[in-house]
């Protein structure tokens, strides 16, 4: 959707909760809104861009007490650092804000009071499991006991880890709190709740559901599901209170109560633009408007980036909340899957998370990051994979190899031999790189609408095709060449400015993507700040500046310092749990020894695979049901990319059966199996020779 007329936007990310600082997924989130709002503030649009934390809860009230501090000095302590990453990261927030603010609880009482005057909250009694010794209710994480199912000790109060079966907390045997051990007690509370489950509510949210384009198909079509299901799992009303001990916002006229965090935390967006326009900041980025005038506006979009695990609340509740006390609802939700490292689930005591505090701190720079996630990000509902080989690959060829080698490969010409001085665009010359400006401005359309759409990924692949074709046309016009011959130094001038033109649209198509790097290549190219789309098309003579170089390569060194938490390097999820890891990497110089007496310590073994299964969730692992002679085992090997299922039943490898056993979200991992080679397609599963039976000690 584009139009000439100047819209307005509300835009907001999820707020992220305030007991920890940043992660990946966070990051994820953040650059790909903040690409899109840059991108709108391109082609003119007006956009407030705003955020929070998430400041309220029993989590961050029991956090503090642990660390004995107050819930707001905790709270506070985590806010301090948020702008080392938004800084590091170059997200355009023009506000950041907390939910424990005097506008969040101004806002919060207000909704809650339109709401009950709508007739849409009720109180009810419940009966739940209070902790004597804390004197508070238990939330399902707070509660452990053994699984009424399996048995299995140690289980939290919703669901059990080793079987999956999910249950009551009250269905588990010899429960107690985690809190204090205590054996906790079942009391009932009066509790507070939005009638979701209203027809009018029902009604509104069909309709809001329906409306073209609103939500992504997958998403409408989840929360219709939700909202039509019939029977126990039919739409539920939703509690939004919690009893004391509690850190939050007090319901009004409810002594001892307080709104359940997920209440208070998406008016934390309507807080946080209050504040943003309450503040005058608002006012100097050019709105004339106040905080309500602005919100009342029929022209103002209000769009929320979040990610697939909130959907429920952001598509029902949320909607629902807005439309019954009055305020605008949301045009557009916009949702996102997650981030994994090399097919496996993001884990930093497996190697296989990602710092970002530590990608900036060791010096990764930060539109590397920004530049792969977009080539990976879509429209739809997906997660995206970080592979460090595929990072360090697309940067380095796409960036360098591509974008940036352009004005590298030109610039030096145009200073040293023409006094800065670009010839105007000319589609006309017979040199190769004339027709390449033509070429751009037709993929102009497509590549706006792309990022109109959040279709990063094929924006992406646009701007390198571009990339692609201008290093063919010098290729063939070889300027290296042509400069050796005094006879050709018009055709040099001429191919040259092509290049710097190309490079300057090319910058203009990735500026939303690399906006530090914009910025850097304005000045050389004598930009006007800041940049715009409309610029694409000023194809007029200039001057540059001398060619200062722009990005750098991804070190192999720095991608292994990002994932040295203190495990092996190179080991995915897979490897580190379940699977003796191919690194492809002689032993480091100065390996210690070790004596017989420690190789007799591991128990390695003959095993035969019995079953072999895909792990669903999993790119890299496979699921290995092994005999090793006196017993069977489980265990999950990270070669899925070279075996099928079907090639290893029945055959015989090599397991390290005495490895302490390791709890997966997939499940228990029993031993190792072990392999060689580089990775990839080529790991290569150990094998005895014939003769060898299940359960043979190697020695």
């Excluded at 102009?444 to 094929?458: D, N």
């Excluded at 210690?592 to 695979?609: N, P």
């Excluded at 990319?641 to 290893?648: D, G, R, V």
């Amino acid at each position: 959707m584009t139009s000439s007329a100047t819209r307005h936007f509300f835009v907001t990310t999820a707020l992220p909760y305030a007991n920890g600082p940043f992660h990946i997924g966070h990051i994820m989130e953040y650059i790909q809104a903040d690409i899109w709002v840059r991108f709108q503030r391109m082609v003119g649009n007006k956009v407030h861009f705003v955020c929070a934390d998430d400041a309220h809860g029993a989590p961050i009230m029991l956090k503090a007490e642990a660390e004995g501090v107050t819930p707001e000095a905790l709270v506070a302590g985590i806010a301090a650092d948020r702008g080392k990453y938004l800084e590091g990261f170059q997200i355009s927030f023009d506000y950041w804000h907390s939910t424990h603010s005097p506008e969040n609880a101004e806002l919060s009482t207000a909704i809650y009071r339109e709401l009950k005057a709508a007739g849409l909250i009720y109180v009810k009694p419940v009966e739940q499991f209070y902790d004597p010794v804390k004197q508070m209710f238990l939330a399902d994480r707070y509660i452990k006991g053994e699984c009424p199912n399996c048995h299995s000790k140690d289980q939290y109060g919703d669901a059990c880890e080793v079987c999956s079966s999910v249950y009551a907390p009250t269905d588990l045997i010899d429960p107690y709190s985690t809190l204090s051990g205590a054996v906790p007690v079942r009391k009932t509370s009066d509790h507070y709740f939005f009638k979701l489950s209203d027809p009018r509510c029902v009604e509104f949210l069909n309709g809001w559901l329906n409306a073209p384009g609103r939500l992504q198909p997958a998403v409408a079509n989840k929360a219709r599901e939700w909202l039509t299901t019939q029977g126990d799992q039919a739409l539920s009303d939703w509690d939004i209170s919690r009893d004391a001990p509690y850190f939050g916002i007090p319901i009004p006229d409810a002594p001892g109560k307080y709104f359940y965090v997920w209440l208070d935390a998406p008016i934390g967006y309507l807080a946080s633009l209050k504040k943003y326009f309450d503040s005058g900041k608002a006012r100097e980025n050019g709105e004339p408007r106040t905080f309500d005038q602005f919100l009342s506006a029929p022209e103002v979009e209000q769009i929320h980036f979040i990610g697939k695990d909130i959907i429920y609340f952001h598509t029902l509740f949320w909607p629902a909340m807005l439309k019954f006390a009055s305020r605008k609802v949301p045009d557009h939700v916009y949702v996102h899957g997650f981030i994994t490292v090399s097919g496996a689930k993001m884990s930093k005591s497996r190697g296989t998370g990602i710092s970002p505090l530590r990608y900036l701190e060791i010096g990764m720079n930060s539109e590397w990051l920004r530049y792969y996630l977009a080539a990976k990000l879509n429209a739809n509902v997906e997660d995206i994979d970080f592979n460090p080989d595929d990072f360090m690959a697309r940067v380095n060829s796409d960036l360098i190899g591509k974008y940036v080698n352009i004005a590298s490969r030109a610039a030096g010409f145009i200073t040293k031999r023409f006094e800065g001085k670009l010839l105007p665009v000319d589609g006309t010359r017979s040199v190769a790189t004339a027709k390449w400006n033509e070429l751009a401005l037709q993929r102009e359309t497509q590549i706006r609408e792309y990022y109109e759409e959040r279709e990063l990924g094929k924006a992406v692949r646009e701007i390198m095709e571009l990339a692609d074709a201008m290093n063919a046309a010098i290729d063939r016009e070889k300027p290296w060449e042509l400069a050796k011959d005094p006879a050709q130094a018009t055709r040099l001038h001429e191919v040259c400015s092509d290049c710097i033109h190309a490079f300057r649209q090319l910058t203009l198509y990735l500026a939303p993507i690399l906006p530090r790097t914009a910025e850097r290549a304005a000045v050389l190219l004598g930009l006007e700040m800041p940049l715009r789309w409309s610029q694409l098309r000023d194809g007029g003579a200039g001057t540059i500046k001398p060619y200062e170089h722009l990005l750098q390569r991804v070190d192999p060194k720095q991608l292994e310092a990002l994932f040295d938490f203190g495990v092996p390097k190179d080991k995915t999820e897979a490897t580190a749990s379940a699977t003796a890891a191919p690194t492809g990497k002689s032993p480091e110089a100065g390996l210690a020894e070790i004596a017989i007496e420690d190789f007799a310590k591991i128990d390695l073994r003959v095993a035969k695979i019995l079953q072999a299964e895909a792990v669903e969730g999993a790119d890299k692992l496979l699921k290995l049901t092994l005999d090793i002679g006196d017993a069977q085992r489980t265990v999950f090997a990270g070669i899925r990319s070279a075996y099928t299922p079907e090639q290893l039943a029945g055959r015989l490898t090599v397991v390290l059966a005495n490895l302490k056993p390791r709890k997966m979200r997939f499940g228990l991992s029993e031993g190792m199996v072990l392999a060689a080679g580089p990775g990839g397609k080529e790991i290569f599963l150990l094998s005895p020779d014939s003769g060898a039976t299940a359960g043979m000690k190697v020695k």
